[in-house]
């Protein structure tokens, strides 16, 4: 059985005390979105595990959200449907319920992402998508010069693309996910041109990853990175992504149909 936080959060995370302000700073961005609905395809009801603040569940017809945490449910917009109480291990749904099925930014934050995984295949007869990060590339961000503490854990805890395929089965594609320069979804990624928005604070505690770094790391992150931007070095050094279009870095698309 998933032990669960005060408030419902599964996981390692406690979305009760670091959610709050969550949906100011993760907004859908609608080139992420389109990528999404295209794999998605026809499927017509689908289910959206780790559903959070409900992004994203534009890119499908008709969502049924699964999201443990109250805080996160909380910040749902009034006219998105109600999520569902549950976690990804034990879904409260019949085989096959639904036409497809995705999971966006959540896999990472699960107790056991292979039986989360199979939950989700067996109430789904369609496609599976999962938006997340491969562990491989996360290292080489220009953050982790200033905070490896804070991609060391991204790395630890986003599963390997082989092993959640395995969990799938059937067949599947795996896609890199260009992230705009003026992407709206403020992960840590998305401000690979934008360097000073990771000095907010807000910002910051929108990246769970951050939670896992001590006050200590956090000071010396912002007393580095502004030093850096005064005096030029950052630019120096990354001034280049300031005009990049799209980064391509470790955000990828999973799609995954039964056999």
């Known amino acids: 059985m998933n032990e669960r936080r005060a408030d419902g959060s599964a996981g390692d995370v406690d979305h009760g005390r670091i959610g709050s302000g969550y949906a100011d700073h993760r907004r859908p961005d609608p080139r992420i979105a389109r990528r999404i609905a295209e794999a998605l395809g026809d499927a017509r009801t689908v289910i959206n595990v780790g559903a959070g603040s409900g992004s994203y569940e534009g890119a499908a017809r ?44 959540s896999v990472h934050q699960w107790t056991d992402v ?49 092993d959640m395929a395995d969990a799938l089965g059937g067949t599947g594609t795996v896609e890199t996910v260009p992230i705009p320069l003026d992407c709206t979804d403020g992960f840590n990624e998305a401000y690979y041109g934008r360097p000073e928005m990771l000095l907010d604070p807000a910002a910051r505690r929108a990246c769970p990853a951050w939670s896992f770094v001590d006050d200590g790391g956090r000071r010396r992150f912002t007393e580095s990175l502004r030093r850096d931007l005064d005096s030029g070095a950052w630019d120096e050094r990354h001034g280049h992504l300031r005009r990049l279009p799209a980064y391509e870095g470790s955000l990828v698309l999973i799609r995954a149909t039964p056999a």
């Open 114 to 162: 292979k039986a989360g995984l199979r939950e989700v295949r067996r109430v789904t007869r369609g496609p599976v998508v999962i938006l997340t990060c491969d562990p491989k590339p996360v290292r080489d961000f220009w953050l982790h010069s200033y905070a490896p503490e804070v991609l060391e854990t991204e790395a630890r805890r986003h599963p390997p693309i082989e």
């Open 62 to 105: 008709a969502v049924t959200a699964v999201e443990p945490s109250r805080a996160m449910r909380a910040q749902r917009p009034a006219g998105l449907p109600r999520a569902v109480d549950a976690v990804a291990e034990d879904l409260p749904f019949a085989d096959g319920e639904f036409e497809g099925a995705m999971t966006l930014f």
